[in-house]
């Protein structure tokens, strides 16, 4: 079975469609003191999957939380998260004295609740596998890029798909590939979070159809960068395409003043640039995992 909240439920049900799952969505009761009251099925599945994905966090990690105890208390002992989304993931070690690092605070939490974890594209600096944040069973990381760039190339011939930053230089590099498509990264620096810089090395930029591919864009400050260095160049078109869109109110249209046609994104977060769904790939993670023999406590 395939829980998810009424939020998300075009995503989840689509999931449940790919993956052969039955589908649920739990209940949902704010109390004025703002306070949630959660419903589950009365009777669930020993394995279970709860999809959500982790945007505006800080409330939805509360909702695993009691959302996996209860699926617990029912007698599921194999819980699956779907977080196409996965929070916190930047904060990962002490850069002054005194500051949490997130990343392993919030991935352990997760690895007691859970026995499984799928994501897609984590934002991972300094480790190379999401299991040494999130220690689980069973920890499944995704690329967006990958289905991205099948969707651009159906809507531009031979375009160049540009990094905006040396961060996105490995799902830039991974869809080029996939296609034989060139590419091009960005250098970037940035001293704060609406101030970046960006440099554009040396390449074919004119008159060719110009593709920025990044893993996320919020602000959009440091995408409308990259694209007015492009439209200096000389290209013939500027599009974008992220993975997690988690563009801010003003972000769309700051990119349109700044040259940019199309956005896309993929489904993990819900928004009008989504182009892209990540059922088909999150459904076969789903079926490649096998769960241990030994049941996971799920207690914190």
């Excluded at 799928?118 to 299991?131: A, S």
């Excluded at 220690?135 to 690329?143: E, G, I, K, S």
């Amino acid at each position: 079975m395939l829980l998810y909240f009424d939020d998300e439920r075009d995503a989840a049900l689509r999931l449940a469609e790919a993956a052969s799952l039955e589908a649920a969505c739990i209940e949902r009761h704010r109390f004025p003191d703002g306070e949630l009251k959660l419903r589950l099925p009365a009777r669930l599945p020993k394995r279970t999957t709860l999809y959500r994905s982790l945007d505006n966090p800080n409330e939805k990690l509360v909702e695993l939380l009691i959302a996996s105890q209860t699926a617990r208390a029912l007698g599921v002992l194999h819980l699956d998260l779907v977080a196409p989304y996965l929070a916190y993931m930047r904060q990962d070690m002490e850069f002054t004295p005194g500051e949490a690092v997130s990343q392993r605070i919030v991935g352990r939490f997760l690895a007691h609740l859970f026995d499984a974890i799928v994501t897609v594209d984590p934002h991972l600096h300094r480790i190379d596998k999401l299991e040494e944040a999130a220690p689980v069973a069973h920890a499944v990381v995704l690329v967006g890029a990958l289905p991205l760039s099948d969707h651009i190339v159906r809507q531009r011939r031979r375009p160049l798909l540009v990094g905006p930053d040396s961060e996105s230089a490995q799902w830039v590099a991974a869809a080029a590939a996939r296609h034989g498509l060139d590419y091009t990264v960005c250098s970037k620096v940035r001293s704060g979070d609406h101030d970046v810089a960006v440099e554009l090395p040396p390449a074919q930029v004119a008159g060719r159809a110009a593709v920025i591919l990044d893993d996320m864009a919020s602000t959009g400050h440091t995408v409308a960068a990259a694209a007015r260095l492009l439209r200096a160049a000389g290209a013939a078109s500027i599009d974008a395409a992220v993975t997690h869109a988690l563009f801010s109110t003003q972000a769309l249209e700051m990119l349109r003043a700044n040259g940019v046609g199309e956005v896309w994104s993929t489904d993990c977060i819900a928004h009008p640039s989504n182009a892209v769904s990540m059922a088909p790939l999150i459904a076969q993670a789903l079926r490649d995992i096998v769960p241990g023999s030994r049941p996971h406590t799920g207690r914190l």
